[in-house]
Nanobody, 123 residues
């Protein structure tokens, strides 16, 4: 099992930036780490993922070029740098781990979840 704790959410104006952190404990080796978000009344959606071993990132189209996912082996932490934020980015952001390392985008393929952190972008 992997325990995940997110931090870094908050309120920011449109065009601003935030960096989310996800501290992981437990067996992250060979996992895929993902960021998801869920806005009120909407389904949870994939934002970005990274293969823990290979450090290969992948993104959903709506954040490509604005968000950057990265990870620190030394700190066992995954980051989501969010630039050029838009009001549509407002949501609760969740960190998740797929212990099988499948590079998935479907939230059902992720085993472990953090508690979430709120990101609010004002216009």
């Amino acid at each position: 099992q992997v325990q995940l704790t997110e931090s870094g959410g908050g309120l920011v104006q449109a065009g601003g930036s935030l960096r989310l952190s996800c501290a992981a404990s437990g067996r992250t080796f060979s996992s895929t780490m993902g960021w998801f978000r869920q806005a009120p009344g909407k389904e949870r959606e994939f934002v970005a993922g990274i293969m823990w071993n290979s450090d290969i990132p992948y993104y959903t189209d709506s954040v490509q070029g604005r968000f950057i996912i990265s990870r620190s082996l030394a700190k066992n932490t995954v980051y989501l740098q969010m630039n050029g934020l838009k009001p549509d980015d407002t949501a609760v952001y969740y960190c998740a781990a797929d212990r099988a390392g499948r590079g998935a985008r479907n939230p059902n393929e992720y085993n472990d979840w953090g508690q979430g952190t709120q990101v609010t972008v004002s216009s």
